[in-house]
């Protein structure tokens, strides 16, 4: 009588073959796209070694200090659902089957664990266990195990097959951590970049400050010397014209005489401007009430061409140590900047008030001013603006948008000079068609030192 039990036999190990074959190509292609170790460990245990005829697996993962291994992925009965594994063993190196397996490097095969006395029982009894360590240039990073209920499970194909998909595994988390190390490599080299392009950045501007300040300090001194010397000039000519105008009784020469008179004492302001802006003038600090001086240089110089000064002086304000003359220089110039961007006339508001300047706020004013407690004078303007491309100019000496003959395009910086002289700094916020605001910081003086010196008028 004929028995097909062989050939049954035959054909099923055929087909499994086959089928374990289809599973270890299917790994191989989908090892491209997998892009962690996490997704790695999981992929093998449900999608590799759960379809090649094993009932469990259970992957563990060895610690950087190759001392302990955890379970970090499973199939079976260990993983109920998603990812998710019931009671996640650790287990130390040495201890048990499988941490002797990560300690000795080696795969082993128990043929019954009711025989083996390293054997740990998990959530349920096995009688047979196969364990292949993961091994990465040369370290252990994790074991492949597999138990079964009966003894004997596990033979040498079974073997062939695990090791070929730990080698698999390992070759991946080979590429993983080159990946790891390029991007790392890649962030560091970004990083890198990034602070050197700070680095020269911020020289740049260094170098572009120390250039601005010698420029500024050459002018200086040439404006500087240049104004004692015609200011010596102007003092001989004025003397003597004096003298001839003494002299002098016709009606014409008398004219003559005016006319050089005035001319030299135009020359004269020019020279004392000339002085102010290459800080040559000494200043003499004492404490200010700048609602008191605001008010009284308002009302003994008001503006002309229909245009009219409103005063918005802040309650219980800081008073500041300053030069009250210099003070009265930089109103004086901002009042007057105010009133020529008026030609038809309009109205300026001079406000006061204390604020706590922080280091935030510097980037308006184009300096490093320290942070703490200012006393802010602001002109405000409702003329015709300074066009955008023009703010950066208009602090620069010399410059002027008025015709020849009318200014001396000085103004502006001796705001600048005598604001950084006194501890301050200067900004200005304008709109075409809107108008012009120029704020003066000026550092307050502490408490306890005439703090709230103030009027209301």
Not at 331 to 344: F, G, H, I, R, V
Not at 367 to 376: A, E, F, K, N, S
Not at 384 to 403: A, V
Request: some cysteine; aromatic content about 6%; overall charge negative.
């Amino acid at each position: 009588m004929y028995n097909p039990a062989p050939l049954r036999a035959q054909v099923w190990g055929q087909d499994h073959e086959a089928s374990s074959l289809r599973t270890l190509n299917t790994f191989a292609v989908d090892l491209i796209g997998i892009p962690s170790a996490e997704d790695l460990f999981w992929y093998v245990a449900q999608n590799v070694v759960g379809r090649l005829n094993f009932v469990d697996c259970v992957i563990y993962q060895a610690d950087d200090a190759q001392t302990e291994l955890r379970q970090v992925a499973a199939w079976g009965e260990k993983n109920p659902y998603g990812r998710n594994i019931i009671n996640p063993l650790v287990i130390p190196f040495g201890r048990g089957i499988t941490g002797q397996v990560a300690q000795t490097q080696r795969a082993v095969i128990v043929d019954d664990l009711l025989q083996d006395k390293n054997y740990i029982p998990d959530t349920q009894l096995a009688r047979s266990e196969i364990c292949v360590p993961l091994v990465f240039r040369g370290r252990v990073v994790g074991v492949i195990d597999s138990e079964h209920p009966e003894p004997h499970a596990f033979g040498e194909a079974e073997l062939e097959i695990l090791s070929t998909v730990a080698a698999m595994t390992g070759a991946k988390l080979e590429l993983l951590a080159e990946a790891q190390r390029s991007t790392r490599r890649y962030q560091d080299l970004m990083a890198s970049h990034a602070q050197l392009t700070l680095e020269i950045n911020n020289r740049k501007a260094l170098e572009a400050k120390l250039f601005e300040a010698k420029k500024l300090e050459a002018i200086g001194r040439l404006a500087g010397r240049f104004a004692h010397e015609f200011n010596n000039l102007l003092t001989v000519i004025l003397g003597n014209l004096e003298f001839l105008e003494e002299d002098m009784a016709g009606p014409e020469s008398g004219q003559y005489l005016s006319d050089a008179s005035t001319a030299a004492s135009r020359g004269a302001r020019l020279m004392q401007d000339m002085l102010i802006f290459a800080q040559r003038t000494r200043l003499e600090p004492s404490i200010i009430d700048m609602n008191a001086l605001v008010h009284d240089f308002c009302r003994s110089h008001p503006l002309e061409r229909n245009s009219e000064t409103d005063l918005h002086l802040g309650e219980r304000l800081w008073s500041v140590s300053a030069d009250a003359k210099a003070v009265e220089n930089i109103l004086s110039n901002l009042l007057e900047n105010a009133q020529d961007a008026m030609p038809s006339g309009g109205r300026v508001i001079v406000q006061t008030e204390n604020i706590r300047h922080h280091l935030g706020a510097n980037a308006l004013f184009g300096t490093d001013l320290l942070p703490g407690r200012y006393v802010r004078l602001s002109v405000t303007d409702d003329g015709i603006g300074i066009p955008e491309d023009r703010l950066s100019q208009i602090f620069d000496p010399f410059y002027t948008s008025k015709p020849v003959g009318s200014g001396t395009g000085l103004g502006l910086s001796i705001v600048r000079g005598l604001a950084q002289q006194l501890g301050g700094a200067v900004a200005v916020e304008s709109e075409v068609g809107r108008g012009t605001t120029f704020q003066v910081l000026l550092p307050a003086v502490f408490e306890g030192a005439n703090d709230f010196l103030t009027i209301k008028r």
